[in-house]
Nanobody, 126 residues
Framework: QVQLVESGGQLVQAGGSLRLSCAASGRILSIYAMGWFRQAPGKEREFVASTSRSGSPTYYADSVKGRFTISRDNAKRNVYLQMNSLKPEDAAVYYC???????????????????WGQGTQVTVSS
C-alpha cells in the first residue's frame, strides 16, 4: 500500500486560490491512479478530480471544471490540486486517494480507491 499525507488547506476568501498537495510514501506512485475527494459537514464524500497513472487523462466533477486542476509528479511522489476561483461551497475536508480505477465512472467512485490520507481542511469565507 501507499501512505498519503495532504497539506495546503487553509482559510481563503471567496475568489481566491489554494494549492493542495498530497505526498506519497511506500510503494511507487506511478502504479496508482490518484484522486481528490471532499466532504463537507453533514454531506457525503464527493469526487473532485482524478488523474490516471501517467497524468492523462484527468477527470473532474462538474462543479469544479474550469476552476480546479489536478496534476502529479511521480518522481517526487506528489499529487496536487490547484483550486482557483474558490466559492464558499468548496469548503470541505479534502482527501487524497490512491487506487486502480480504469473507467471514468470508476475514477469518480470512492470505492475504487484503497489508500486514503487524513484530509486537509479548506475554508472559504464569503
Amino acid at each position: 500500500q501507499v501512505q498519503l499525507v495532504e497539506s495546503g488547506g487553509q482559510l481563503v476568501q471567496a475568489g481566491g486560490s489554494l494549492r493542495l498537495s498530497c505526498a506519497a510514501s511506500g510503494r511507487i506512485l506511478s502504479i496508482y491512479a490518484m484522486g481528490w475527494f471532499r466532504q463537507a459537514p453533514g454531506k457525503e464524500r464527493e469526487f473532485v478530480a482524478s488523474t490516471s497513472r501517467s497524468g492523462s487523462p484527468t477527470y473532474y466533477a462538474d462543479s469544479v471544471k474550469g476552476r480546479f486542476t489536478i496534476s502529479r509528479d511521480n518522481a517526487k511522489r506528489n499529487v496536487y490540486l490547484q483550486m482557483n476561483s474558490l466559492k464558499p461551497e468548496d469548503a470541505a475536508v479534502y482527501y487524497c486517494a490512491a487506487g486502480v480505477p480504469i473507467t471514468s465512472a470508476q475514477h469518480m467512485s470512492d470505492r475504487s480507491y484503497s489508500s486514503w490520507g487524513q484530509g486537509t481542511q479548506v475554508t472559504v469565507s464569503s
